[in-house]
C-alpha cells in the first residue's frame, strides 16, 4: 500500500520518506516506475533559466537519487521502467547512464523513457548542434544497452550525420515513441528512413530543418505529427507505412506556399 502511495508522488517525496523510518529505506528501490526529471531538482525560480553550474548541481543530486532507486538491496527481483530527462550538456550526464546501463544488465531495469533536452537558455548555432549529437552518439555507444531498451526517445538541437541518424534508428530496437525538436542531417537534407523491424508508432517532428523526409519502410508508424517547415515542397512522402492512422501537419506558410505541397 505505502509503495503505491509512494508510486503517485515525486521521486523526491519518495526518497525523503524512505529516510524518515528504517523499515521504509528500501522503499525507493521497490518502486515499479522510476521517473527522474533533472526539473525537479532545480529551484523552482531558476527553471527558465539556469547556467551549467546550477545544472550539474541539480544532475548530481539526481544522480544520488537514480543511486537510492536502483540499489541492488530493494526488497524483490522486480523489474522496473525508467523514465528520465536528462541535461545532455551535464558533467553527470555519463555517471547515470552507467547507473542505468547496469540496471538493465542486473534484469532490475526493463524499459527506458529518455528525454536529453539543451540548456533553453544558452544560445545554440550549428557548431552547437553537430557537438550536441556528437555528445548523444557518444553516449550510446558508451551505453548501448540503453539504447537498445528505449521506448521512448525525445531529442533536441541536433545535427547528426546521415549515416549516425540511420544508425540511431536501427539500434533502437524497442524504440516505439520517438520526437526530434530542431534536429536534422544538414541544411535541406533528405532524410530517408527504411527502418523494415521497427517499432516507432508515434513520430513527432518540430522545426526540423529537413527538405524532405521519405518514409520508405516504417511498418508500425501510427501516428505521424510534423510541425513547421521551411521548404516549399511537401515535406514528406511515403513508401510502405501501412499502419499510418493519423497525419498531422502544422506550418504558419503563406497561402501559395501551401498550394504548391498540395
Not at 33 to 48: A, E, G, Q, R, T
Not at 51 to 68: C, F, P, Q, S
Request: with cysteine; charged share 20%; glycine share 4%.
Amino acid at each position: 500500500m505505502l509503495l503505491y502511495i509512494l508510486e503517485k508522488e515525486s521521486i523526491i517525496t519518495s526518497i525523503r520518506a524512505s529516510f524518515s523510518s528504517t523499515r521504509w529505506r528500501h522503499f525507493p528501490a521497490g518502486l515499479p516506475h522510476i521517473n527522474l526529471n533533472v526539473s525537479d531538482f532545480l529551484p523552482p525560480s531558476k527553471i527558465s533559466s539556469v547556467n551549467d553550474r546550477e545544472i550539474d548541481g541539480a544532475m548530481l543530486a539526481m544522480t544520488k537519487a537514480a543511486r537510492i532507486c536502483l540499489a541492488a538491496h530493494g526488497r524483490g527481483s522486480i523489474t522496473k521502467t525508467i523514465s528520465l530527462r536528462l541535461c545532455l550538456t551535464s558533467n553527470y550526464l555519463h555517471d547515470i547512464g552507467e547507473l542505468v546501463g547496469k540496471a538493465i544488465g542486473n534484469n532490475k531495469v526493463k524499459t527506458v523513457e529518455l528525454v536529453l533536452p539543451t540548456n533553453e537558455a544558452s544560445h545554440c548555432d550549428m557548431t552547437d548542434m553537430v557537438q550536441h549529437a556528437n555528445s548523444l552518439i557518444c553516449f550510446f555507444d558508451t551505453f548501448p544497452n540503453l539504447l537498445r531498451c528505449l521506448t521512448r526517445l525525445v531529442l533536441y538541437k541536433a545535427r547528426f550525420s546521415k549515416l549516425e541518424m540511420c544508425r540511431l534508428l536501427d539500434n533502437c530496437e524497442q524504440l516505439q515513441q520517438l520526437e526530434l525538436n530542431k534536429c536534422d542531417t544538414g541544411d535541406l537534407s533528405t532524410l530517408k528512413i527504411n527502418v523494415p523491424n521497427s517499432k516507432i508508432s508515434h513520430l513527432r517532428l518540430f522545426s526540423c530543418c529537413f527538405e524532405k523526409i521519405e518514409f520508405l519502410c516504417l511498418p508500425k508508424l501510427a501516428i505521424l505529427y510534423c510541425e513547421t517547415w521551411i521548404t516549399s515542397n511537401a515535406p514528406l512522402s511515403f513508401g510502405y507505412v501501412p499502419c499510418l492512422e493519423e497525419l498531422s501537419l502544422v506550418c504558419s506558410a503563406k497561402r501559395d506556399q501551401l498550394l504548391d505541397s498540395v
